[in-house]
Each structure stands twice: as structure tokens, then as C-alpha cells.
């Protein structure tokens, strides 16, 4: 069994590398963002708990969201193998995440990360937009829907995450700044980082993450 981790700030696309390779291996995608985004359109005590933190750009604390990550695990099949997407983002979340995987006896074979320039980070984040119902993610420009404001996938209503205002983009960069840079040491001193370039397309970066894995990428 193993594990990976895909770092990368808010933007750097994480989440749609991490579907791509999702499709290809079967490492299973966990995103404590989405997670999270669920308990809240659920109103499930901790998303209500976390909602404003969400809101405002900040961190959720690291109580809730190591519980939540510890109660997949544990849930999960003994064999499976993950790949985590915006987990961990704090040092006590990091070491938390390896106690958990020395419990599963699962190996923390790569972190990734997707590197990108601030500016293209702000410019993805504004134009993104979510399917409110299947989760699907578009860009304006970059990945526009047929019919604007509509889902392809399901004729869900696309909306814009409250998270991904201009205001708040800047916020949760400054404080990805402020995190991962303990997080990047962290793993660079145990020989586990990986850089990957995630100002390329979607495909590029999978593959290359891909290839890193000694996989090959079936580009969609
Ligand atoms: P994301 O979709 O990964 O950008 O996460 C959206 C928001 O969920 C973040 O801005 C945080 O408020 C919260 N969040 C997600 N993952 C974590 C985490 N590992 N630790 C703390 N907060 C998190």
C-alpha cells in the first residue's frame, strides 16, 4: 500500500490532475476541500463548524480536519492507496498524516509539487466555476461549458465557490504561502519531494507525475 500527496496552492490544479490520474491508477482521490464543501451543502455539524474559516479564506483547524481524514482511513479497505489533494497544508497535519499511514502500514512514496506563478493561480481561480450538483469544474475561458452557466455533464447550475472572490483568492494564497514552505522542508529533508510544473495543461502534469510513479499517461 501506498500513498502520495499533491501540494500546490489554491488554483494550481490539483484537483483535476488528481481525477486524471484517479482514472488511471487506483490510488483514490481525497480532497478535504471537497470534503469539507460537502459537510457544509449537508449541514453536517462540522461543516457548519468550518463554513466560516471556509469563507474567509482560512485554515479549518487541524483537529477537524485530522479527524475527518483519520475516520476515512480507518473506513477504507486495508490495501487501498491514496492520493491526497490539499491534505496536508499544516507541519502538525503532516506528521499526523504519518502517524496515520504507520498505522496502515502504507508507504508515503511522493509528494507533488505543482508548481505555478501567482499570476496564472488568480487568473484560474477567478474564472472557475462549479457544477452545484456533480461537482464538475469549468473556466470561463479556459474550460467554458456549451451553454453558459450550465453543466455538460448533468444540467447542474454552475456556480462560483464563495472562496474564489478576488478578496479571498489573495487571502488563501497568502496563507499557502505562509504554510507550505515548513511543509515543503518537511519533505525535501526526507527525500520524498517532487517538483512537478503545473503551469503546463492538465494532461502534461499528470503525465509527468505520472511518469514519476514509472507509470505511463493515456492522454485523454
Ligand atoms: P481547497 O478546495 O483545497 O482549496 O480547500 C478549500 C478550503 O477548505 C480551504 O481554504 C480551507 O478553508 C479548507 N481546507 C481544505 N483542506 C484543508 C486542510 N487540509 N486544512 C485546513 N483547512 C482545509
Known amino acids: 500500500m501506498e500513498a502520495i500527496v499533491l501540494l500546490g496552492a489554491p488554483g494550481a490544479g490539483k484537483g483535476t490532475v488528481a481525477g486524471l490520474i484517479e482514472e488511471q491508477t487506483s490510488f483514490s482521490h481525497v480532497s478535504t476541500g471537497d470534503i469539507l464543501r460537502a459537510a457544509v451543502k449537508e449541514g453536517h455539524p462540522l461543516g457548519c463548524k468550518a463554513r466560516k474559516d471556509m469563507e474567509a479564506g482560512q ?3 487541524d483537529d477537524v480536519i485530522v479527524g475527518l481524514v483519520n475516520e476515512l482511513l480507518d473506513a477504507g479497505p486495508p490495501d487501498a492507496c491514496y492520493m491526497f489533494d490539499g491534505f496536508p497544508r499544516t507541519l ?3 506528521r ?4 496515520a499511514l504507520a498505522r496502515k502500514a502504507t508507504q508515503l512514496r511522493s509528494v507533488f509539487l505543482l508548481e505555478v506563478p501567482r ?3 488568480v487568473a484560474r481561480l477567478g474564472g472557475r466555476r462549479i457544477c452545484r450538483d456533480c461537482g464538475a469544474v469549468y473556466h470561463v475561458s479556459n474550460i467554458p461549458p456549451q451553454v453558459e452557466g450550465v453543466c455538460d455533464d448533468c444540467g447542474g447550475e454552475l456556480y462560483q465557490r464563495p472562496d474564489d472572490a478576488e478578496a479571498t483568492v489573495l487571502n488563501r494564497l497568502a496563507v ?3 504554510q507550505t514552505a ?4 518537511y519533505y525535501e529533508s526526507r527525500g520524498v519531494l517532487v517538483r512537478v510544473d503545473g503551469a503546463c495543461s492538465r494532461d502534461e502534469t499528470a503525465a509527468e507525475i505520472m511518469a514519476s510513479l514509472g507509470r505511463t499517461f493515456q492522454a485523454q
Open 119 to 121: 499570476e496564472l493561480v
Open 59 to 61: 485554515l479549518v483547524s
Open 92 to 94: 502538525e497535519q503532516a
Open 176 to 178: 499557502f504561502k505562509e
Open 96 to 99: 499526523k498524516l504519518d502517524e
Open 182 to 185: 515548513v511543509l515543503i522542508k
